[in-house]
């Protein structure tokens, strides 16, 4: 019984061998470059919206209710005139209650229920001192295209009038409107207090 195991074995040995010699190594390119320049985003009142206390029954039971719009300053200081982009990450992604790309989640209540969401649009552009336009890419910068809708894992940079591409920018001004809205309350359950709890990471891409 033995006998007849043994060169089974050899085989199988084989034939691993000779797969390993076929795939026996892989490039691996690291790429990329240092840039000299930084820049810091700042958002005025430290990021924060606060609407306090909003009583269920002046939400409407059919349709989405939309909070009043809140406007921050945001602002992106560079050491030096930079090509850059600014990306928007959802930290409740998931929590969207369209399951929109424009939009941001606002949290979940009782564990599974979307309490709504909220866009974020970019008003009154200014680059260095000069009215500009905001610009959006897609697909990690290989396209753009004018918008001022600053979507979730998307890069938005600042043009001028004439163009769609990024230009460099040392000091990047303009307004933040957060407009939140809340779902249906006949598809929550609002017995207890629920947390409107949106947040978003605003990171710098230098391009």
Known sequence: MNLSIKPLVVTLLLVGATQAIAASSVDLAVKGLITPSSCTPTLSNGGAVDYGKI??????????TFLPRQTLQLTVTCDAATLMAMEGKDNRAGSDYENDQMAYGLGLI??????????????NPVADGVAARTIISHDSGNTWA?????????????????????MPVQMFNVDLQITPFIAPTNQLTLTNEAAIDGSVTLTVKYL
């Open 110 to 123: 009782n564990g599974t229920e979307k309490l709504g969401g909220m866009t974020l649009g970019l008003r």
């Open 146 to 166: 004018p918008d001022y809708m600053f979507m979730d894992d998307t890069l938005l940079s600042v043009a001028d009038a004439s163009t769609v591409a990024p």
């Open 55 to 64: 009583s269920a029954k002046d939400l409407n039971a059919d349709r989405k």
